[in-house]
DNA sequence: CTCATTTGGAAAGACGTTTTTGCACTTCCT
DNA sequence: AGGAAGTGCAAAAACGTCTTTCCAAATGAG
């Protein structure tokens, strides 16, 4: 068996293959002019030896470091804590795996700066997770060469590469199917972060409300955005004197928080309150009591196609600039059609 | 201001000293014979030029790969998933940072294989978070001669290197805290999972009731560890013939649940049951209502510690092969001390 | 004063790739 | 038949750093 110790290099394929080690190069590479019938023969070699360029010195001559960053935007700090949210944790673990499988390695920064030059690690470009309203940093990065893909747009400057949901079709989408399942008053919980998530979702549903010809209802929770704020927030809407009969939550956990609030105070779901939010990969949504109704977000995509894009920028091919990840909205029993 | 468009390198620097690329190096390194002075003069110059390695030369030079993976045991898939516990993204972010400071980058990846020789990403170590028992990564990473730290001990095997919270201590902590403040029997609210993490917690927990001759009572949540899970637990056992006066869940959202079902049936925390809970960096325990006691682990310093000790070892400083980070009992309303 | 030893620093090789250049040999055209 | 164009591959120069040698100058000892 005799793994050795030290692995196997172009040199040693080269010599195994009869041929030079640039002819290997070429073989795998799909470089220089080779009959294909040596580029077959090399390449078998090759995987039969186990043969793995050795990513650094292929970066050293090409000029690369190989790495990009993921940052997350701040947000202002503390009531909104990144590391809360699942949305993020598989959007990034998509992207690694993404990326990893492009021959890149994508490494997490934290916000105050370690990318760019002074001080931090060199990386060849960079991915940043919902920035806010003309975030500082997009500029900084791009200001020091260094290529930018964001996931949702940044407000005020739209030149950026990015990728996105479309939260206007999808927020219709919710809107459209709460009325059908028989809602007349439909509530908004979102948060006031100005991301372009929470903007995107907050227009559509202005907008949505205006044709309908319905009063608006938009709730922002105290607290942040976890299962006791939605908890709180749902608990004013529910004792409005007019109160929805059906609730969007922009954020999943405010959702239950929710659920939890009308259980402990006797309203019924779905009978008395109608309620839709979204959704990462998790079960949890089918998991609740009763199995709630989602719009699907996909994250685990979104970071996927964020890498893709960025590697295919830092490899000078020409992607489209932007990518729109679908969504779908999942019915389940929170929204059950009313007789 | 000029930025120039190319990095400064080792022969500007030489070029600006008027020495040699060797008398840089072995300055900026703390190698070979150089007079004070000149290392002095060396250094001033190259950081007045902003001078910096590049790492991929470096790297390819010493024989590393500059990267170092960080994955999460699968623990058996779903109803436990990684993204939900802002503990992991807190322990990564800290530990990609300590990382980033000690000239490594850190990467996350999936628990199935992408790292290892074949398929994956060379990395130089690895860290493990919370192996389950006899997890067959490490063996695996350990055999491709991958240094690895885990965070958190691997049942069945104890030779590895790891950082961990004394769990032990930290339990009978928090027992004697809810002890003190009145509570007379005190239920244990965790998961089945087969880790050192609620092993020793569950352990520890029995001895404690043993010595205090008091009936062990522990409770696993169905349904995960989420929010709901924890409402649907702390429900059950408060429906008790003989309910607990005092709980200790193992993960926060867990507590979080369990507060929403006391206030659901008006059960007064503290004055009818104190709870208590872990807790990592998020300010969410002191917004609680009431606010809650917490087990704080700092898994940021668990993460920043576990990269430190990867680093000191892929170094060959040989440094003690076990961390334990300390843990803090932070007493908050919920366990307010009774009449 | 001479020889041995230490000290300061330079030159050159190495790390494992990619890429450019160029040589020899065919094939094709006229 | 003779030159032009095309083909297959090798040699060698990078990439930017660290590290090993090695030489010259300075210092010390006898």
């Known amino acids: 068996m005799g793994t050795n110790r030290t692995r196997v290099g172009i040199k040693e394929v080269a010599a195994a293959a009869g041929v030079s080690v640039t002819t290997v190069s070429h073989a795998l590479n799909n470089k220089g002019r080779l009959p294909e019938a040596t580029r077959q023969r090399v390449r078998a070699i090759a995987d039969q030896l ?112 990015w990728v996105d949901n479309d939260h206007i079709a999808g927020t219709r989408a919710v809107l459209d199917h709460l009325q059908r399942s028989g809602a007349e008053r439909i509530a908004l919980m979102t948060s006031p972060l100005e991301i372009s998530y929470t903007f995107d979702v907050e227009r559509a549903y202005r907008e949505w409300c205006a044709r309908a010809r319905v009063e608006p209802l938009v709730k922002a929770p105290e607290l942040g955005l976890s299962e006791r704020a939605g908890y709180a927030a749902a608990g004013e809407l529910l004792s409005l004197p007019e109160p929805p009969d059906a609730i969007f939550a922009t954020y999943d956990r405010l959702a239950y928080g929710t659920l939890l609030a009308a259980e402990a105070r006797g309203v019924r779901v779905p009978e008395d309150l109608l309620l839709a939010t979204t959704a990462t990969e998790s079960q949890a949504p089918e998991q609740a009591r009763p199995a ?21 920028l830092l490899d000078d091919e020409e992607p489209a600039r932007h990518v729109v990840v679908p969504h779908r909205v999942v019915a389940r029993s929170s929204t059950r059609r009313r007789r």
């Open 292 to 312: 709630l109704t989602t719009l699907n977000l996909h994250p685990a995509e979104i970071g996927r196609a964020a890498a893709s894009l960025l590697i295919a």
């Open 50 to 161: 186990g043969y793995k360029a050795n990513a650094t010195a292929r970066n050293l001559v090409v000029g690369r470091t190989g790495l990009i960053g993921l940052v997350v935007s701040q947000h202002g700090g503390p009531p909104f804590a990144v590391t809360d949210f699942a949305y993020f944790g598989q959007l990034m673990l998509a992207a690694s795996t993404a990326a990893i499988g492009e021959g890149y390695a994508l490494v997490l920064a934290p916000a105050d700066g370690a990318l760019a030059p002074q001080g931090g690690i060199a990386v060849d470009g960079a991915i940043i997770v919902d920035p806010v309203r003309d975030d500082p940093l997009v500029g900084a990065l791009a200001r020091a060469g260094i290529t930018v893909v964001t996931t949702g747009r940044m407000l005020g400057d739209d030149r950026s590469c």
